[in-house]
């Protein structure tokens, strides 16, 4: 459980730095609308997801109810715009990683 933990963090945490070394190198124009603001949820499948979310209470200190845990941010651009990124361990039989559309 700790290594699948581990992979789920290291991921995240790479998709993460992704958007970020992107937004710096390059630069957004009006003839480029954006489709996609950001992250909306990380869902992932696990055996026990209530053992799951104590783990990362206990080694990462994530405060996490039965629904998961949600993380709020500020947008780059506009630091007045708030984001939010649901992280969930499910009892599913898929992961899934949920995209922020511009649109909705």
């Given at each position: 459980m700790k290594r699948t933990a581990l992979i789920i963090l290291a991921l995240v945490t790479s998709f993460g730095f992704g958007f970020a070394f992107k937004a710096i190198i390059t630069k957004q124009t009006d003839d480029q609308p954006k489709k996609v603001t950001g992250i909306g949820g990380i869902f992932f499948?696990?055996?026990?997801?209530?053992?799951?979310?104590?783990?990362?209470?206990?080694?990462?200190?994530?405060n996490a109810n039965a629904y998961g845990a949600v993380f709020e941010w500020h947008q780059g651009a506009d630091s007045t715009k708030k984001g939010f990124t649901q992280w969930s361990p499910l009892m599913k039989k898929q992961n899934t990683l949920n995209l922020r559309p511009k649109t909705l």
């Open positions: 499948k696990c055996k026990d997801p209530k053992k799951m979310r104590d783990w990362y209470k206990t080694n990462l200190g994530l």
